[in-house]
């Protein structure tokens, strides 16, 4: 698991969402109730990322604009503030993701956490959404170029639809992008549809699943099995990179899908079956997103969990769950039935 204290710079500010404390409070829940122990696990500390790093993904137009900005103290956007402290964060976190990476690639593990990654809304020329740089897309051009790793699945599981990896991988056939996500019509960055596919050499390697406000445990884990374990068996990944955290939960306040803390266990344990079926178990998670600071560290404890292969998870709740309204699974059935035609002709499992 990678972590640096210096993580906590990337705060955006008194009466933002996105928190720098988030990450040690997260750290200090995994302590306290024996993940560490339970799960093996062991904490490196990156080292920040390389302006080749960077440029692998994002263009050198955008690189420099970022770093005049945070000179300058300046926003990108109106939600996604930089100066010289996030930027600093924002290096270690996307060298962090490269760490992960490297002991990966190199054997020294078959798992690893980028605990507190996955910028995934910044794209080649763009930032926004709370992200300036993409580590997922850094560590993918990174295992590509350095390790001459050639084939990845992406499953984003972020609330919100991955647009800046979407959009940087969406001509490449060697990145099979799918991604779990509440429907645009609802919620930012408002794009994720099923038919956005990909194009060129990646037509049919852009797989959204859009789901309705409300979705719970079982219909998010029923689209799961659905479209991840299908294209997971056919596409044989040389690895799986899984990115999200808890902004899924019922209780996160930027969005409206009803998983548990339970649910995510599930999740993060079915990704790391695959991953052990597949890519002899070579699975990195990203556990980044989430905005409740009274759920994020017990979700993120599940989904670090899942991902290491603990047996069971029953900590408790942090409230009863909605009950998840009766119009959503007839409206992820419908989804998966649209998207399972549009990738018929591309995927013989779903011929």
Not at 127 to 148: P, R, S
Not at 169 to 195: E, N
Not at 216 to 236: H, N, Q, S
Request: glycine share 10%; charged share 25%; with cysteine.
């Amino acid at each position: 698991m990678t972590f640096h204290e210096k993580y906590g710079q990337y705060d955006l500010g008194e009466g933002h969402p996105f928190r720098g404390d988030r990450f040690a409070n997260a750290i200090s829940f995994f302590k306290a109730h024996g993940l560490f122990n339970l799960a093996n696990l062991t904490l490196l500390e990156p080292k920040p990322a390389s302006m080749e790093d960077l440029l692998r993904v994002h263009s050198e137009g955008y690189v420099d604009l970022i770093f005049r900005l945070a000179a300058e103290n300046k926003p990108y956007d109106i939600e996604t503030p930089v100066s010289p402290q996030i930027l600093e964060a924002a290096l270690l976190i996307t060298g962090g993701a490269i760490e992960c990476g490297k002991a990966v690639s190199d054997g020294k593990a078959t798992k690893a956490i980028s605990l507190g990654g996955g910028y995934h809304h910044a794209g080649r020329d763009y930032g926004g959404g709370f992200c300036i740089f993409n580590d997922v897309a850094a560590l993918v051009a990174y295992l590509k170029t350095e390790k001459n790793a050639r084939k990845f699945l992406v499953l984003d599981y972020d609330v919100h639809f991955g647009n800046g990896t979407s959009d940087i991988f969406y001509d490449d056939a060697s990145v099979l992008f799918i991604s779990l996500h509440q429907d645009p019509r609802t919620l930012y960055p408002g794009k994720g549809f099923t038919w956005e596919i990909g194009e060129g050499e990646g037509e049919g390697y852009n797989v959204n699943v859009p789901l309705p406000p409300g979705t719970g445990d079982d219909t998010y884990l029923y689209a799961v099995k659905e479209i991840f374990i299908p294209l997971v068996e056919e596409f044989k990944p040389e690895i799986i990179i899984a990115n999200g955290g808890s902004d899924a939960h019922f209780a996160d306040m930027l969005a409206d899908l009803n998983l548990t803390s339970k649910g995510f266990f599930e999740l993060s344990s079915l990704i790391r079956e695959n991953a052990d079926k597949v890519c002899d178990g070579r699975l990195i998670l990203f556990v980044g997103s989430g905005y409740n600071p009274k759920v994020l560290p017990l979700c993120w404890y599940a989904l670090v969990a899942g991902a290491v292969g603990l047996e069971e998870f029953n900590m408790k709740e942090y409230s009863i769950p909605p009950v998840e309204p009766p119009f959503c699974r007839k409206k992820v059935e419908e989804v998966i039935g649209e998207l399972k035609g549009l990738l018929r002709n591309y995927w013989r499992c779903f011929s």
